[in-house]
């Protein structure tokens, strides 16, 4: 029969408490390891073939004390045991047993072997206890070997009658036996009669050659803030000001929305300043993502600089944070936040700025971007181009030809009894918008369609607006080779233009 070696750690939690008889009341307090291996079932029994390495925390905690010290501590044990184990189970409370598994999986790259945390909700020693299943059932899947399972290469949770992908995970019940789940993300197994692991949903295997590497350096000078209604944007301010405050994940409403007054605003751009902190947009709402431009209550925050935490969970979203300011410098931190690193965000977030334009010009202008590597332009799922203060100057001729579009326009809807957009008005005065066309001059503008012209910006007069638009994905797809984006705006005779920003947010999907 084949062996398998599984290193158990035990930091604490209900799974090994016990009644502290010198207490009133005898609230729960962990066990010693000698004594609760009196109470823990022989491994080979659970999982026919495993054998286990037993170790523990010097100081047994509830899990509502772990800090980051504690995350280093459990990765840097993962990191010694690493080569004589085939899997690993980490033993702790049910409290922050996702921050756990969240940090985890940032902070081990390369993993090529099951890592997974699991406690309980009723203490082993209890005679109706859920600890009992799930020390079995993670023993199952960390001795794969043994077990024939599949190999899972992530940080997981198992508990109950679920596999998790770790850094997806919330703990959703203080007391149900299924304490957690994923909800932005679909399991990667099932328990029940048997044990099945969905193995297109497991993350692949690190390259080979790679060898595993412990990330221990966080920076924990970070905070988690939830926006509620009244929150006064002076306290913000203070808050985010403060010296030691690097980094805040921040909870707003729905997909990512804050309110619109300008005092927040302006706390926040006070606070972030020229990028020297790092803001991370999640959604408040237990399940779905931040879609930053969506509304015009979160175009505020984008302006400002906060970048987006997609569907990542509050855990996730604070872990990898520290782990990447930990890790990372600059602008670097930014890029890697909105890139999916461990399967903990179903979408990467690519923002390529492109040059100002600010001497009104009439002639069409270029500008290109180099995509960072991970960029995959197959796999775009949405790209959207932000302008800002776009001012346009029509002259005489080009003024009076809108007006007659214009009008011919309002003419039409009076025909047709409905209404027509002004958008559709033909003819008007345009700025054509190109990819990967430098070439790209008026006379394209002639062609009703062209295969690289992402957007038209009709113009009705001369103003000065901010444009928003979601370009043609299956177009881009084909435009965007692997090297750079072009960008080109061409404007049409008698328009000249300038403005003040220009982004464009590329989503990819994230494996
Ligand atoms: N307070 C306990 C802990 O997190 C709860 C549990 O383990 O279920 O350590």
């Not at 599949?150 to 940080?155: A, F």
């Not at 007391?175 to 692949?204: K, M, Y």
């Not at 007006?403 to 054509?432: C, F, S, W, Y």
Request: hydrophobic share 40%; charged share 25%; glycine share 8%.
């Amino acid at each position: 029969m084949t062996k398998s070696k599984v290193y158990v750690l035990y930091t604490g939690g209900t799974f090994g408490m016990e009644p502290d008889l010198s207490r009133p009341g005898n609230p729960l307090k962990p066990m010693e390891l000698e004594k609760l291996k009196k109470s823990l079932p022989e491994a080979d029994l659970l999982a026919p073939g495993v054998e286990i390495t037993l170790d523990k925390f010097d100081h047994l905690i509830d899990s509502s004390s772990m800090n980051p010290k504690d995350w280093i501590n459990i990765a840097t044990k993962i990191g010694e045991h690493y080569a004589e184990h085939d899997g690993f189970i980490i033993v702790q409370g049910t409290d922050t047993l996702a921050y756990t598994a969240s940090a985890l999986s940032f902070m081990l790259e390369n993993l090529a072997k099951p890592v997974i945390v699991t406690g309980s909700q009723l203490p082993l020693a209890n005679a109706r206890t859920d600890a009992n299943l799930n020390y079995g059932h993670a023993l199952q899947i960390a001795g794969y070997k043994a077990t024939d399972l599949p190999c899972i290469p992530e940080v997981i949770v198992v508990f109950a009658d679920k596999i998790l992908r770790g850094c997806r995970t919330r703990k959703m019940s203080a007391s149900a036996w299924t304490g957690f789940d994923t909800p932005n993300c679909p399991p990667l197994g099932e328990i029940g009669e048997h044990v099945r692991i969905f193995e297109n949903q497991i993350r692949p295997m690190p390259p080979s050659g790679l060898e595993l590497q412990v990330h221990t350096t966080l920076n924990s000078d970070v905070l988690d803030i939830s926006l509620y209604p009244g929150m006064r944007a002076k306290h913000l301010k203070q808050i985010l000001n403060l010296d030691d405050v690097k980094g805040v994940v921040l909870r707003t409403y729905g997909t990512g929305n804050a309110p619109e007054e300008t005092d927040f605003i302006e706390a926040l751009g006070d606070g972030i300043g020229n990028g020297e902190k790092i803001v991370v947009n999640i959604t408040q709402c237990p399940q779905g993502a931040v879609e930053m431009g969506l509304y015009t209550a979160s175009v505020g925050l984008i302006d400002k600089g906060v970048i987006s935490g997609g569907d990542m969970t509050p855990e996730a979203a604070l872990s990898k944070l520290m782990v990447t300011m930990g890790t990372r410098i600059g602008a670097q931190v930014k890029l890697q936040m909105q890139i999916s690193q461990r399967g903990e965000q179903s979408q990467n977030l690519f923002d390529f700025n492109f040059k100002t334009i600010t001497t009104p010009t009439d002639e069409p202008r270029s500008d290109f971007v180099v995509p960072d590597r991970r960029f995959d332009p197959t796999a775009l799922s949405a790209g959207v181009m932000r302008m800002k203060n776009l001012t346009v100057k029509l002259d005489e001729a080009a003024d009076e030809q809108a007006k007659v579009a214009v009008d011919r326009a309002k003419a039409a809807a009076e025909l047709a009894k409905t209404t027509v957009e002004l958008a559709e008005a033909t003819k008007t005065p345009v700025i054509d918008l190109y990819m990967n066309y430098p070439t790209a001059k008026a006379e394209d503008g002639k062609k009703e369609i062209h295969p690289r012209r992402l957007h038209r910006i009709k113009l009705f007069g001369s103003t000065t607006f901010d444009v928003v638009q979601t370009l043609p994905r299956e177009k881009m797809k084909n435009i965007i080779g692997d090297s750079d984006i072009v960008l080109t705006f061409v404007p049409s005779p008698g328009v000249s233009f300038k403005f003040e920003k220009l982004s464009l947010s590329m989503f990819t999907r994230a494996e």
